[in-house]
């Protein structure tokens, strides 16, 4: 597998930088007309407008003056899961809520009994399906959950998915793994929350630590779901045991959870459909990404978060696309910047930042991805023509010609 690659004749479009872009400084990318890229052993080694001299062993792409981006980093997805809730999503287009359907044994608690049926195979090759239709619209980095087992074995094997798709040394993606065992309560703690609580912070966070099973620490803080206190409770816990810590925060009413993110300087702040001014302001002064998953909001049939108001307000923003068997059976990278653009207002150099850089940022990787600069991963996506400005004309339709992934050429 050849980690040597030249792109020349690119229109190179990045954000520049090691860390979030916040507000204004997130329409501002570095835009060379025609520009080479190098990649050496999967490695970024020259970004400009000189041809560096070829080399044997190189594979050389003349993209004849084609976009080429940072890979898309989408920093929430649900993608490892057994069983799918296609009926689920019919009730909801007949009215009914998707909390209702919790509430009544369905929604996460259905796709947990299917994960805790599943076999490890099973779920490898189901979530292997979406990665291969994500890398082709030029995702190369995905953050995934666990959250489907509610118990340590199932948790451990959700996060164990990953990790042996990570080992593979032609994997198409990076996974960042994420451990949201507080997704729901589980049946079997109903009415005790708080031993739950305790379970996850006494046995289940050393665990995967231990394992080096996951990066980060998630929570579905939310009305009916995990209190403002559950949640804080939990994630200082899993901070003080160096998780990043990340919340599903605001999504279905408004609760705080954008005010406890920022509080507690979250690496991010999920949903935000009902984040509150306060909310907003604490997320900024918290140096708190917000991330934006319009997929969700789309499906839900709820109205869009406020990401235009809070990249006014300074606030660093991602988008990702929540990929979920519920709320959003979608990884559709077109749609989310064509959502993104239309109704939440997002230019698109904006809504490019928020799914190079930040959605990086967002996972505590900006020093490495999320940008084309020398000494990242050769992480890229070459579109194919001239201009950004198709990745929400061309709506709901993909403009990627080539994903490359540390220096290899996948489609
Ligand atoms: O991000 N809201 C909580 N978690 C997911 C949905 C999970 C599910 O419905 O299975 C979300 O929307
Ligand atoms: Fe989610």
Redesign the pocket.
Known sequence: MNRNLILKNARIVTPMGRTARCGAEMKRLLDIPRGTIEVTDGRITYVGENLPDTRDGYDVIDVRGNVVLPGFVDSHT?LVFGGYRPDEFVWRMNGES?MSIMERGG??FS?VRATREASFDELKQKAEWFINVMSRMGVTTVEGKSGYGLDRDTELMQLEVMRAINQDPCRKVDIATTFLGA?AVPREYAGRTDEYIDFLINDMLPLVKQRGLAENCDV?C?KGVFTIGESKRLLIAAKEMGYGIKL?AD?IVSFGGATLAGELRALSAD?LLHASDTGIQAMKEGGVIATL?PL?AFTLREPYARGREMIDSGCAVALAT?L?????CSGSIPLLFALACIYMRFSVEEAITALTLNGAAALNKADSIGSIEVGKWGDLVVLDTDTPNVLPYYTAMNSVQHTIKRGVILK
Do not use: K, Q
């Open positions: 649900h998707y929604g996460i796709t997704h579905f939310e599903h999504e949903h998953l969700t929540d979920n068997p519920g709320s959003c």
